[in-house]
């Protein structure tokens, strides 16, 4: 969802992100620039899983054409996900 010219805000519900830290909610608030017919995504979110919080999770990705490829860059381990707008 647009926020004005140049943030958006990227909201993937229930989210599985494997066993050990389960399904999660991820709403970041990322700049975007555009390069040609690819926008590039550079922004933060926090989230609670498995009974801590974390605060400033680094979110960096592109969308290309519909197709949005994310990285949230939690401690000791990166996120990666893929995925189509629908809307």
Known sequence: M???DNQVEIVLSDIY???????????ARCTMVVIGDEIELAGSTSLSLGGFSYNAIPVTGEVNDKVLELTIALPGCEVEYEGVKTK
């Open 2 to 4: 647009a926020i004005d």
């Open 17 to 27: 992100l494997g066993e050990t830290l389960g399904n999660a909610s991820i709403k």
